[in-house]
C-alpha cells in the first residue's frame, strides 16, 4: 500500500500527471514495472529518476510558456501572495 501523503495542487490533473509518469517511465525503460505496478522492485534511483525527469520537463514547459507569453509572470507572481499567506515561507535551506 503506497504511503504517499502529497496533495495535488490542481486535483483535476491527476489523470493527466499519471499518464505522464507512465509515458517518462516508459521512455527511461522502467514502463513495464509502473504499467503492472510493481514499484517495490525498483530503487529509490530508479523511482526518483521518474519523479526528477517529469520535473524536468515540467520546468520545459514552464520556461517556454514564459517565453511566448510575458504576461503569464503577472499572474504567477500574484498567485505568489496567495501561496505565502496559505503558509509557504521564505526560508530555504541555510537556515536563513
Known amino acids: 500500500m503506497a504511503r504517499n501523503s502529497n496533495s495535488y495542487v490542481n486535483p483535476t490533473a491527476t489523470g493527466a500527471l ?42 520545459e514547459l514552464a520556461q517556454s510558456t514564459m517565453a511566448q507569453n510575458a504576461g503569464v509572470t503577472t499572474s504567477l507572481a500574484a498567485s505568489a501572495g496567495g501561496d505565502h499567506r496559505a503558509g509557504a515561507t521564505l526560508k530555504s535551506g541555510g537556515g536563513r
Not at 27 to 42: C, F, S, V, W
Open 18 to 59: 499519471q499518464k505522464f509518469k507512465f509515458e517518462v517511465a516508459n521512455e527511461i525503460g522502467l514502463g513495464p514495472a509502473y504499467q503492472q505496478g510493481d514499484l517495490g522492485n525498483l530503487t529509490s534511483r530508479q523511482n526518483g529518476a521518474v519523479g526528477g525527469y517529469m520535473t524536468k520537463k515540467m520546468v
